[in-house]
């Protein structure tokens, strides 16, 4: 059994981890941070946890949370990486769901998050924890990068295709919706029921921070660099990501084939039967991303549709199992849960 700490434990990404990790059978949660709610019990704050989380909040001490085998920070961007090079440094063994360690260029990095990069001595480091892609580096690494929710349901979506040279890398477009949990647990008028219910609205068209993670990773399989539009929309729902995801085929295969192969021995993907359109309720509250791929009409557009709940594969469920994975557990093990319906 390990013993685990959660830096922010009372984010919607938090309180997902604290879930999962209740109930995982080689998991004893040791500590759970958070300066402002310092001193509440756990379960005062999240009552679905009353009989499972028998723990109080506490201020982030290095020294408390480098007696764990391994620390989950669950914090907003540039809080990961003031703590962490400490833990690195005794030996403890980190999962970051922030995006802090995503990117491996510091300049780049810093300008999409506006804030230098205080330890980008760590990038090298860091490994990119989506298992489907990483496995063999996450199971010695250190230091792991949980990848973000839109990129984890773009990225495995176009990974056959462009792994296979099916499609034009410079020409691809990434059609994406998120609910509304995406943007955190925080007071914004974008988030208020009044605001958010029966709208729906696209935003960040200049420029999305998710934008240089998912091309960083589809560069690493693409014959050339990838040109990616990348558009993500608010819809009025909690949780949930759907990717419509396209691109101009260069020749003629079987697509459903490739798919099939490709995610064949993989736990957390599942490609449905052909003609498919994959439903973000059938993800909810799941580890798992769910895809179809068409070609509309018979032409030479490929469109791939990605559907994930983004607090779980797209977050705190993918950062369990890359935990397993360093760990040495079986990959599914407390986070193998069926989605919730209705």
Request: hydrophobic residues 40%; glycine residues 8%; charged residues 15%.
């Amino acid at each position: 059994m390990i013993k685990v700490g959660i830096v922010g434990g009372t984010g919607y990404t938090g309180v997902e981890l604290l879930r999962l990790l209740a109930t995982h059978p080689e998991v004893s949660l040791h500590i759970i941070t958070s300066r402002s709610e310092a001193g509440m019990s756990v379960s005062e704050l999240f009552p679905n946890l009353r009989g499972h989380v028998d723990l109080m909040f506490t201020v982030p001490d290095a020294d408390q949370l480098a007696e764990c085998d391994v620390v989950f920070f669950a914090t907003p961007h540039t809080v990961a990486m003031t703590l962490v090079p400490e833990l690195i440094k005794r030996g403890t063994r980190v999962i970051d769901l922030s995006a802090d360690f995503r990117l491996k260029d510091a300049q780049e990095w810093e300008h999409w998050y506006n804030t230098p990069h205080t330890c980008p001595e760590l990038l090298d480091l860091a490994v990119y924890g989506l298992p489907e892609v990483n496995r063999g580096q996450i199971k010695t690494a250190q230091l792991v990068a949980a990848p973000g929710c839109y990129p984890t349901a773009t990225q495995l979506g176009f990974l056959p295709l462009l792994e296979n040279n099916l499609i034009d890398p410079a020409h691809l477009i990434a059609d994406a919706k998120s609910g509304v949990s995406g943007a955190g647990r925080k007071a914004a008028i974008g988030g208020l029921l009044a605001e958010s219910s029966e709208n729906m609205k696209a935003y960040a068209l200049a420029g999305h921070r998710h934008l240089p993670e998912i091309k960083q990773g589809l560069n690493l399989v693409s014959s050339q660099d990838v040109g990616l539009t990348f558009v993500p929309h608010l819809t009025p729902m909690i949780r949930g990501i759907h990717a419509t995801l396209y691109g101009q085929l260069t020749s003629s295969i079987d697509l459903q084939s490739v798919f099939e192969q490709r995610y064949a021995n993989e736990p957390f993907v599942d490609v449905m039967p052909a003609g498919s359109q994959p439903e973000t309720r059938s993800v909810r509250g799941a580890n798992v991303c769910r895809i179809a791929v068409h070609q509309p009409q018979g032409g030479n557009t490929v469109v791939v549709l990605s559907v994930i709940d983004n607090l779980v594969k797209g977050a705190s469920g993918q950062a369990i199992q890359n935990m397993n994975i360093m760990f040495g557990f079986d990959e599914r093990l407390g986070i193998n849960t069926i989605a919730t319906l209705p």
